[in-house]
């Protein structure tokens, strides 16, 4: 005989319970080796002693009769015993329940409905309005003999017992060699279970709310969800709706009833998926139902209709609303909202699972149930329209009918359906251990439940893995097939229809390809097409990696504002990289790389454009040991690696075009950074003055150079470039050009004049050095803030600037002052013009009285004459209201006043400058506050628009398609672009006011 632990018995009890069931000989050797494959022997064992306790000698004497005599009865005792603490409970409770597992056959459903409607003696109704209600099946209506509690307690046993015996044949083959019951039939008869339970609820809600009083209303009851499919779990939320003729206080008094003794005696009835949800009337005529579809629906609500079935009550009623709702489903995806509210849903669903969860949940989890409903559900919407086919309610049955009708292919069809029934049997081994709703999967190193659920759904050791391994192997694995294939289902049949180079697949037509691509968001669907066929056509090894990757990037550039752009743009990398095997390798074997360069790709025509003649930046779109590679680069790096680069090269052109390279990579990463939420506002914009600062830095050096090398002799005179505006206050954007002055100041031994027209042609060398054309964003240095303005020297001596300010300095030209800071050239000279500028900014005593008058009646004249024609004050970034300019000019404003006596305030960065004038107190915290907010939200549209655009603007568009894309690029979700101008208009209005309540101090 086999000892305890031979048999999976680790409990110390197991052998003195063995003993007192009469199973300690050689005669028990075959139970004995049953009860060793129940997926939980000990807890089998512990039911079957306290089934021992609660039965008579005769009886156990019986149990134990058939245990050595029918293996079939053997495998469902040991089977559900081992798989269900919540049914063996029941059992030791209803012990004379163990002769319902003795028939080798399940109940038919006629049987079914025999005996929920016998647990509360209900005969059929014929009170109602149309006599017995469906004329086929008269009794569907009945009337409760018995209500109240011990209703509910004689309805909760009886459906009970008919879960018992369902469980004990599904779980059966675990423990010995019985037929299998597959998914769908396990899900079909709990569904008719549900109905038969349902049926019964409402004999016992009628009886209740009518008493003996006929039956005045249709009550028709519509089965949604799981159970509309006919693939119910175990334990699920039976979704129901209801349709009344007339709708009135006795129909919904019914069904609420229903609801409470079904609720309360088998599962959980949820009507939340009728009109209005749970704010709308639980009971609705057809009429108003329809009514409601046809005005009000969403897209999720016609989703939801394409598992209503009729399920009891007044059928003929139940049949006139699937027929009436039937043809609006088949519409919903030409709705123009249809594909922002399905990405809106989805988004919605997947952020409901806890981050540390999602590994873990059959369900909602990556890789889970609810992708491959998702993607079935939606494909059987785009092109049910047109072929009658796809309308099934089932999973499983519409996976079928895609296969068979060639939208998905058959290996994948076939893949996706085994994946999916492997999921769904985790599913209901998990809810029948405790007849709980639940869809998470034990942790993976929890050993015992995990062998206990690997198990229960019969894996057993493979090799030298045991039955956990395998069973963690095996989740892992279809986990990743299940995403795979749901990337890839919308996309593999574009992908055949463009090249057929499977001729055995049948195949999307064009047109049924178009209607797809349509559907998901293309606005051209005949280019896109043209673009997968090209792509997928590719010569050689290139080709078969774009048909391996192309399903999982299509949906990722279909996530984005412009799928359209976004396929182009990939065309176009795709044709630009056509020689550097390395590119679509990467795509290939990083996904994450490939997910964010697409997303790039369908926002982004600058960083597109770019990319198309840096592509080295996409590397960086990996993932490194400190996170992201695009955020780990430090400026000062930058810098010298700019500098170096470009002084190394032999003559001034290839010096420019080094430069030039090494600019565009540099603001190819900072946008992908940005674009891609790795950067906020502020290090956007000091990344970028960096990168200007450094352009200017190698530029000035590799002139002065060549200058050297053409005289044969040293530079008459050092020069130093001071930056001003934005390039002075490190906040430099997209679209700013580089405003600066040029200082020099002659070497003592060298005439001034010829230094100073030395100084002179280095710096025009610069400017047109680098503002030469190019396909690159214009690289402008602008002078335009020096002395005497455009009419004045591009360079001037320091003193000559000294001499300049002090005398004829001009107040706009003071306020210039306050965001000087040197950026390039000769460091030392920088810091000395920067403290000769000190003494003009920031004098002892402050600016006069005069200075600031002028600059607050400058301002008015700048609000009334510098907007452009046709701009909205409200939406322009720069100059509208509340934007870029109010901001600067009212922190200038206060610098100019307080300055002198606030050492903080000598800062040429606005954000921080903002920050001192809080901690000094000269503006409450609320007003600073409002105005940071207003500074980063303006500069972040205007960033966002050159993202977009491509060029630089500084309008914000109207409500529609542009206005989403720069929503986007922003950070905020595409359907949420309302709610980004509402919040833009908010922001800038608020700030609004503090510039006027200081501009009117």
Request: hydrophobic share 40%.
């Amino acid at each position: 005989m086999p000892s305890a632990g031979r048999l999976g018995l680790l409990e110390p009890s197991a052998r003195a319970d063995l003993a007192d069931l009469g199973w300690s000989n050689e005669e028990s050797v075959d139970v004995l080796w049953s009860l060793s494959r129940a997926p939980d022997a000990d807890l089998t064992l512990r039911t079957l002693i306290r089934l021992h306790a609660a039965l008579s000698a005769q009886e156990w004497s019986e149990i134990d009769e058939l245990l050595r005599t029918d293996k079939g009865f053997r495998g469902r005792l040991f089977g559900v015993l081992g798989s269900s603490d919540a049914l063996g409970d029941h059992l030791a409770a209803e012990p004379s329940g163990w002769r319902l597992l003795v028939p080798a056959e399940l109940p038919d459903i006629d049987e079914v409905y025999r005996r929920m409607l016998g647990a509360v003696d209900a005969q059929p109704d014929t009170t109602g309005p149309t006599g017995a209600g469906d004329p086929e099946r008269p009794d569907k209506i009945y009337r409760a003999g018995v209500t109240g509690p011990p209703a509910v307690i004689a309805l909760r046993t009886a459906y009970r017992d008919l879960v018992l015996q369902l469980a004990a044949h599904d779980v059966a083959p675990t423990v010995e060699d019985e037929p299998v019951m597959w998914l769908s039939e396990v899900g079909g008869r709990l569904s008719d279970l549900a109905d038969a339970a349902l049926t019964a609820s409402l004999a016992v809600a009628i009886a209740e709310v009518c008493g003996d009083d006929p039956l005045s209303v249709r009550l028709a009851v519509i089965a949604m969800g799981k159970c509309g499919a006919r693939e119910l779990n175990y334990v699920s939320d039976v979704d129901i709706v209801f349709v009344s003729e007339p709708a009135d206080g006795t129909s919904a008094r019914i069904a609420g009833e229903l609801m409470r003794v079904g609720s309360m005696a088998f599962f959980e009835v949820d009507a939340a998926l009728r009109p209005e949800g749970k704010a709308g009337a639980l009971t609705r005529t057809l009429e108003s139902h329809l009514a409601y579809y046809n005005r009000w629906a969403k897209t999720w609500e016609f989703q939801a209709l394409l598992k209503a079935r009729a399920m009891t009550g007044d059928l003929a009623l139940a049949q006139q609303y699937i027929d009436a709702v039937e043809p609006l489903i088949w519409h919903a995806a030409e709705r123009e909202d249809f594909v922002p509210e399905v990405q809106s849903m989805r988004r919605r669903v997947e952020s409901l699972v806890p981050e540390d969860q999602r590994h873990r949940n059959l369900k909602l989890g990556s890789g889970g149930l609810r992708d491959v409903e998702f993607a079935v559900q939606l494909l059987q919407m785009v092109h049910g329209r047109v072929d009658e086919s796809l309308r099934v309610q089932s999973t499983v049955d519409a996976l079928g009918a895609l296969t068979a009708g060639g939208y998905v292919g058959r290996d994948d069809g076939a893949n996706l359906a085994a994946s999916y029934e492997f999921l769904r049997l985790l599913e209901h081994r998990l809810q029948l251990q405790r007849l709980s709703r639940t869809h998470l999967l034990p942790e993976f190193d929890d050993e015992a439940n995990m062998r206990w659920l690997a198990r229960a759904a019969h894996i057993r050791q493979e090799g030298e893995l045991d039955a956990p391994g395998v069973l963690r192997e095996e989740l892992r694995r279809q986990s990743l097939r299940v995403r795979r294939l749901h990337e890839k289902l919308f996309y593999r049949p574009l992908l055949d229809a463009a090249t057929r180079f499977n001729t055995d697949e049948l195949t999307l037509s064009d047109s049924s390809a178009e209607r797809r691509l349509s559907a998901l968001g293309y606005a051209m669907p005949d280019r896109a097409l043209n673009h997968i066929r090209a792509l997928a056509s590719s010569p050689g090894r290139r080709g078969q990696v774009q048909l391996l990757i192309l399903p999982g990037l299509l949906e990722w550039i279909g996530r984005t504002p412009d799928p359209d752009a976004g396929l182009l743009n990939y065309r176009r990398l795709c044709d630009e990289m056509s020689n550097a095997d390395w590119f679509l390798r990467l795509l290939r074997d990083d996904g994450v790389v490939a997910e964010r360069l697409m997303k790039v790709l369908g926002t982004s025509e600058f960083i597109a454009d770019l990319l198309m003649r840096s592509p080295e930046v996409i590397h960086l779109y990996s993932d490194g040991a400190n996170g992201p590679k695009l955020c780990d680069t430090r400026p000062s790096d930058v810098a010298r690696g700019l500098i170096a680069s470009t002084v190394r090269q032999p003559d001034l052109k290839r010096a420019v075009a080094a430069a030039r390279s090494h600019r565009r990579a540099e603001l190819a990463r900072i946008a992908s950074a940005d674009i891609l939420g790795m950067m906020d506002v502020p290090d956007v914009c000091e990344a970028l003055s960096r990168v200007w600062a450094g352009v200017l830095n190698a530029s000035l050096t590799v002139v002065i150079a060549e200058s050297e090398r053409e005289r044969s002799e040293p530079a008459p005179a050092q020069i130093a470039v001071i930056g001003m505006g934005r390039l002075g206050g490190g906040e430099l954007g997209y679209g700013s050009d580089a405003d600066v002055l040029f200082v020099c100041r002659p070497n003592p031994d060298v005439d001034e004049s010829a230094a100073v027209r030395w100084s002179q042609t280095i710096a025009e060398k610069v400017r047109t050095m680098l503002g030469s054309p190019s396909a690159d964003p214009p690289l402008e240095v602008d002078t335009g803030l020096r002395p005497e303005g455009r009419n004045g020297p591009v360079v001037r001596t320091l003193a000559a600037y000294a001499a300049y300010y002090e005398q004829w300095a001009q107040p706009w030209e003071i306020q210039a002052l306050l965001r000087a800071h040197q950026v390039a050239g000769d460091e030392q000279l920088g810091i000395d013009f920067l403290h000769m500028a000190d003494r003009i900014r920031y004098p002892e005593g402050g600016v006069s009285a005069d200075a600031v008058k002028e600059i607050r009646r400058i301002k008015a004249r700048v609000d009334s004459e510098r907007l452009p024609r046709g701009a909205d004050p409200a939406t322009h970034t720069k100059l509208g209201r509340g934007g870029l300019a109010d901001v600067e000019w009212t922190v200038q404003l206060m610098q100019l006043r307080y300055a002198h006596s606030h050492p903080t305030l000598h800062n040429t960065s606005t954000l921080e400058s903002l920050d001192a004038i809080g901690s000094a107190e000269l503006l409450s915290e609320s007003d600073v506050s409002l105005l940071k907010e207003a500074w980063l939200t303006a500069t972040k549209a205007r960033n966002a628009l050159v993202l977009v655009r491509g060029k630089p603007v500084d309008q914000l568009p109207g409500p529609g398609k542009q206005l989403r894309a720069i929503a986007y690029a922003a950070g905020w979700p595409e359907d949420q672009a309302p709610e980004f101008l509402d919040n833009y208009l908010r922001v800038t209005r608020r700030a609004k006011a503090v510039v006027r309540k200081v501009f009117g101090a």
